[in-house]
């Protein structure tokens, strides 16, 4: 497609959705800069954090941390397997969860990191776990999905519950039925003050929705609130779930969830899967908008990753593939879709330099430059974004270590713009084992003056309020009463 072609599409869906029409990129927005920035990355899992707190996100990857060096370039620490980062004691320094090793690493401060003593909880095969302050008293949590030995072994998922920051002790193991966890991502969709869970189940089974009372317990809620998958009366009904990620998609506010399926040829099993959140409305229900979203079928999706990567305010998806090859001898690759609005999505991999990326289970966005834009590190690639022409804000959530977790896992934060809503939410974990950067990313398009306020809902449900904050600036906001 030549690029007089892609401008008449968007002025095509400017006219039809009623967006904002910016001139076609004349070049790919994505340029891979792995051996410029020392990185040697391998394909697994990867989870942004800046675990030395110097205002430079690192990245934890396929096993390996690599130590950014003010955006110019990374060096290798150590490595232990996949991980998630949490700060588990709110001593303001990440520590990591390995989910291969069944380790939660303290940091130290100094740059180590020191295995804890974890309580026993069943044997398991690890693929997704998160972190999130579940019972409400300002410590993080561990929610450790639990997966399969194939083909005869399930095994159950656990909550492992923070005491004070002093170790943790085995609150919650699954109960029959034992579903095959592969994603786990927690947030409070319904605004009701708590952490809720969205477990991605594989081997056709449906997923979960944990509704939290508050108080850490939990009742599965997925098929009341329409985001179970969809059972046909066949015998393998629903998808083999593999990652999940929360984002406010249609800029109202509330956050909506997408679910990437991984599905063979036969129609009865579930595609992939747009939830919008109906609001207080409609009960924070969900209503299915996979139809409208459109977005095409591969057989192996696996680990999807939103991210406003062109800076206009929306989330748009980026989803990988795992065959290199799928039934009937058909490619598959990852897709990089953009958001037009109104859950109409554009596949625009090629144009913005991600073509025909290898098979992966890796997906995470951050701005680890700092120039203003999220980067994507996938496919055991760090691929460098260079969006120019539209503004943007970073806001930096801080807990007080009391009240709310330090890391403060679980805020939402929104701005106002027009009659939109741009909500981001701090998580600890999404897809399948991934985590994207913990600073929260807002693109504005061509908004050029201060925004009015910025509104931050702390995990404990206190609101805060910032007035008049500068465009192209990072906000940095510590909890107060």
């Known amino acids: 497609m030549n690029k007089y072609h892609q401008i008449a599409r968007r002025i095509f869906w400017a006219i039809v959705l009623g967006v904002s029409f910016y001139p076609a990129h004349t070049n790919a927005t994505f340029e891979d800069r792995s051996t410029q920035l020392?990185?040697?990355?391998?394909?697994?899992?990867?989870?942004?954090?800046?675990?030395?707190?110097?205002?430079?996100?690192?990245?934890?990857?396929?096993?390996?941390?690599?130590?950014?060096?003010?955006?110019?370039?990374?060096t290798k620490v150590m490595g232990k397997g996949a991980g998630i980062w949490g700060d588990y004691n709110n001593d303001g320094y990440l520590d990591l969860f390995v989910l291969d090793g069944r380790q939660i690493l303290r940091n130290n401060q100094k740059g180590a990191f020191i295995p804890i003593s974890l309580p026993e909880f069943p044997k398991s095969v690890i693929r997704g776990a998160n972190w999130a302050d579940y019972d409400g008293d300002g410590y993080v949590d561990l929610y450790v999905g639990g997966y399969e030995t194939w083909p005869s072994s399930s095994y159950p998922d656990v909550i492992l519950r923070n005491d004070g920051g002093a170790g943790f002790s085995l609150k919650w193991t699954q109960s029959e039925p034992i579903h095959r966890a592969r994603g786990v991502t927690s947030c409070d969709f319904d605004n009701d003050g708590d952490m809720d869970v969205y477990v991605s189940n594989y081997r056709l089974q449906a997923n979960l929705l944990w509704l939290n009372d508050g108080t850490g317990?939990?009742?599965?809620?997925?098929?009341?609130?329409?985001?179970?998958?969809?059972?046909?009366?066949?015998?393998?009904?629903?998808?083999?779930?593999?990652?999940?990620?929360?984002?406010?998609?249609?800029?109202?506010?509330?956050?909506?969830?997408?679910?990437?399926?991984?599905?063979?040829?036969?129609?009865?099993?579930?595609?992939?899967?747009?939830?919008?959140?109906?609001?207080?409305?409609?009960?924070?229900?969900?209503?299915?908008?996979?139809?409208?979203?459109?977005?095409?079928?591969?057989?192996?999706?696996?680990?999807?990753?939103?991210?406003?990567?062109?800076?206009?305010?929306?989330?748009?998806?980026?989803?990988?593939?795992?065959?290199?090859?799928?039934?009937?001898?058909?490619?598959?690759?990852?897709?990089?879709?953009?958001?037009?609005?109104?859950?109409?999505?554009?596949?625009?991999?090629?144009?913005?330099?991600?073509?025909?990326?290898?098979?992966?289970?890796?997906?995470?966005w951050a701005d680890f430059d700092n120039d203003g834009d999220p980067d994507l590190v996938t496919a055991g690639r760090l691929f460098v974004n260079m969006t120019k022409g539209n503004n943007w804000i970073k806001v930096r959530p801080a807990g007080d270590g009391k009240n709310v977790n330090s890391a403060a896992i679980g805020a939402q934060v929104r701005i106002r713009i027009r009659d939109k809503t741009i909500t981001r939410q701090v998580e600890a974990g999404t897809g399948e084992g991934n985590q994207n950067d913990m600073t929260l990313h807002f693109g504005l398009g061509k908004w050029d003056v201060a925004v009015a306020t910025v509104e931050i809902a702390w995990p404990n449900g206190v609101v805060q309020k910032i007035h008049k904050v500068s465009v192209n600036s990072l906000l940095e906001i510590r909890f107060k009463k």
């Open 217 to 364: 317990r939990f009742e599965n809620a997925a098929k009341e609130f329409g985001v179970d998958g969809d059972y046909n009366g066949h015998q393998w009904s629903y998808g083999h779930s593999i990652g999940s990620a929360w984002g406010d998609i249609d800029e109202d506010g509330y956050i909506d969830l997408f679910v990437g399926n991984f599905s063979h040829p036969p129609a009865h099993q579930d595609r992939c899967k747009f939830y919008k959140n109906t609001g207080p409305d409609g009960k924070y229900h969900f209503q299915d908008m996979s139809e409208t979203a459109s977005v095409g079928w591969q057989e192996s999706y696996a680990s999807p990753a939103l991210g406003d990567y062109d800076n206009d305010g929306d989330l748009d998806l980026y989803l990988t593939t795992v065959y290199a090859v799928g039934s009937g001898g058909i490619r598959n690759y990852p897709v990089l879709y953009r958001n037009e609005g109104k859950w109409r999505f554009t596949d625009v991999t090629s144009e913005e330099g991600l073509a025909k990326l290898s098979p992966t289970y890796q997906a995470a």
């Open 38 to 74: 020392g990185l040697a990355l391998t394909n697994g899992p990867a989870a942004w954090g800046d675990y030395d707190n110097d205002g430079w996100v690192d990245l934890y990857a396929a096993g390996a941390l690599w130590r950014n060096n003010e955006g110019k370039n990374f």
